[in-house]
């Protein structure tokens, strides 16, 4: 099974940017799709971006399209979310997830273990 390590978050300052990283081990991630979710705090998870395994479908939630990209280097087994123009409500716990697919990312998948995104007004 593929496991999953992310990197990249902390602390940001509103208008600045952050680059979270997930490293998947395992052969078995090139074929899968990879999700980025937050999960602010008292409200529910929310997906905010996932990526095909071959980089050639990409969705974002609405409240970071233009802001947020998400990107895949095969080369590394790592996915990335580029986090620019952040907000203080992009305050979150940020999670990776490998999926079989974009269009099953909601209901399978294997979780990261989430990194803190703190952005200070």
């Known amino acids: 099974q593929v496991q999953l390590v992310e990197s990249g978050g902390g602390l940001g300052q509103a208008g600045g940017s952050l680059r979270l990283s997930c490293a998947a081990s395992?052969?078995?991630?090139?074929?899968?799709?990879m999700g980025w979710f937050r999960q602010a705090p008292g409200k529910g998870r929310e997906l905010v971006a996932a990526?095909?395994?071959?980089?050639?479908?990409?969705n974002y939630a609405d409240s970071v399209k233009g802001r947020f990209t998400v990107s895949r280097d095969k080369a590394k087994n790592t996915v990335y979310l580029q986090m620019n123009s952040l907000k203080p409500e992009d305050t979150a716990v940020y999670y990776c997830?490998?999926?079989?697919?974009?269009?099953?990312?909601?209901?399978?998948?294997?979780w990261g273990q989430g990194t803190q995104v703190t952005v200070s007004s």
């Open positions: 395992g052969r078995t991630f090139s074929r899968n799709a």
């Open positions: 997830k490998a999926a079989a697919t974009i269009a099953t990312i909601m209901y399978e998948g294997l």
């Open positions: 990526i095909s395994w071959s980089g050639g479908s990409i």
